[in-house]
Nanobody, 114 residues
Framework: QVQLVESGGGLVQTGGSLTLSCAAS???????MGWYRRAPGKQRELVAI???????NYADSIQGRFTISRDNSKNTLYLRMNNLKEEDTAVYYC?????????WGQGTQVTVSS
């Protein structure tokens, strides 16, 4: 079992930046990690993933604006979000996967307003 706790969400103006963190209760070194989001009235969607060995992939909608990273020594996953747009407003979730095991955090709200 891995408990995941997201933090860093909040209210930000269009064009602003935020960094989300996801703290894990145990080592994530062998986990593939990811950020997902659910906007109001929409299904949860992939934002970015990073493999256990550090290879990132991004959704087209945030390519070039968001950066996913991990610090295995701190058991923490990050998402740096720049040039935020109103359509980035959503609850952001952290996910950890290993083999067939999948763990989710409870989410953190990001609201982008003009």
């Amino acid at each position: 079992q891995v408990q995941l706790v997201e933090s860093g969400g909040g209210l930000v103006q269009t064009g602003g930046s935020l960094t989300l963190s996801c703290a894990a209760s145990k080592s994530i070194a062998n986990f593939n990690m990811g950020w997902y989001r659910r906007a109001p009235g929409k299904q949860r969607e992939l934002v970015a993933i990073i493999t256990y060995n550090g290879n990132p992939n991004y959704a087209d909608s945030i390519q070039g604006r968001f950066t996913i990273s991990r610090d295995n020594s701190k058991n923490t996953l990050y998402l740096r979000m720049n040039n935020l747009k109103e359509e980035d407003t959503a609850v952001y979730y952290c996910r950890a996967t290993q083999d067939t095991s999948i763990y989710w955090g409870q989410g953190t709200q990001v609201t982008v307003s003009s």
